[in-house]
């Protein structure tokens, strides 16, 4: 069987999008990024066709082949057009999810592309909206947590054992925090509880050991007091905060007004293995294990 190169599976997809305008060339060939290798309908087939032909023997490859005579090799290293690029984004914003494969390499492949999304002023949600594969709850946070490991990769490593290390000293600290009934409370309520119960009581209360954010700022020439300080309490409960039921938590969200924030939370008794919960709007992602939606926070919010 004769070997394909990308100038001939770049030009297959082409001949594909002519006939039917509706398809984009980035379902049927996406050329191999670095190391990454090659994707697309016609590339996975071609590749299938070629394992069964060489399992018959029809298909004659060299038993020790150099990389440089790979015909996949060509391949691989094929330049990444922007007309590529914006078929990509085509792919990874469409509704159709069939080949989730395909989707994986063009969300990949988009990586710079929604990074300069990113850095504009669009909404958390306004981006997720824009792609809804992000919108299903039970994978669509994993995709978000694709970005937030290729761009901070210390995120890649489990910080659980970190987490629970530094905790007893912020237990400490929290032990002066003596004005707050709820700092107070809370650390009664699970005074004997383990040591993994601790650490998460101690990441959630952290908010308490420092100032109240200012928001807003006093006009100039204006000397009435116009300036207001934001809670501890309220960061607390924007930042990693306890409810013991999700009806709990929705209440209190409705209460306040901050149905479209993004925020993360623990949801159950701390004793009792409780699982995180982010929040984006309309959107909620849950997480098992709270100590990873603590640590891959970060992923959403940057």
Not at 123 to 133: A, E
Not at 158 to 163: A, L
Not at 258 to 268: D, E, K, R
């Amino acid at each position: 069987m004769r070997s394909m190169d990308a100038t001939q599976f770049k030009h297959l997809a082409k001949t594909i999008v002519d006939l039917y305008p509706t398809e984009v060339t980035a379902t049927y060939y996406i050329p191999g990024l670095k190391k990454k290798s090659p994707g697309g309908k016609l590339y996975s087939q071609y590749n299938n066709y070629r394992t069964k032909l060489d399992a018959v023997g029809l298909c004659f490859r060299k038993k020790n082949q150099n990389v440089s005579g790979d015909p996949r090799n060509s391949i691989e290293n094929a330049e990444v057009t922007e007309d590529v690029i914006v078929d990509a984004m085509q792919v990874i914003k469409s509704l159709n999810w069939n080949d989730t494969a395909l989707f994986y390499e063009c969300w990949n492949m988009t990586f710079d592309e929604r990074q300069r999304l990113l850095a504009t002023e669009i909404g958390v949600l306004q981006y997720i909206n824009s792609f809804p594969y992000l919108r299903q709850v039970d994978v669509g946070y994993d995709v978000i947590a694709l970005d937030g490991r290729k761009k901070y990769p210390s995120l890649a490593d489990d910080k659980k054992e970190m987490f629970l290390k530094i905790s007893p000293f912020i237990m400490q600290k929290l032990q002066n925090v003596k004005s707050e009934p709820m700092v107070v409370n809370l650390i009664r309520k699970y005074s004997h509880s383990n040591g993994q119960t601790k650490a998460l009581l101690a990441l959630s209360l952290i908010p308490f050991l420092f100032r109240p954010v200012i928001i807003g700022k006093r006009k100039k020439g204006n000397t009435g007091d116009d300036i207001t300080k934001a809670s501890k309490s309220h960061a607390y409960r924007n930042f990693f905060s306890n409810f013991e039921t999700h009806e709990e938590m929705i209440n209190y969200r409705n209460k306040v007004g901050c149905t479209g924030n993004l925020a993360l939370y623990s949801i159950g008794n701390l004793n009792e293995n409780p699982h995180a919960l982010i929040t984006i709007g309309d959107v909620e992602y849950v997480l098992t294990d709270c100590f990873k939606g603590f640590q891959n926070d970060i992923c959403i919010r940057h």
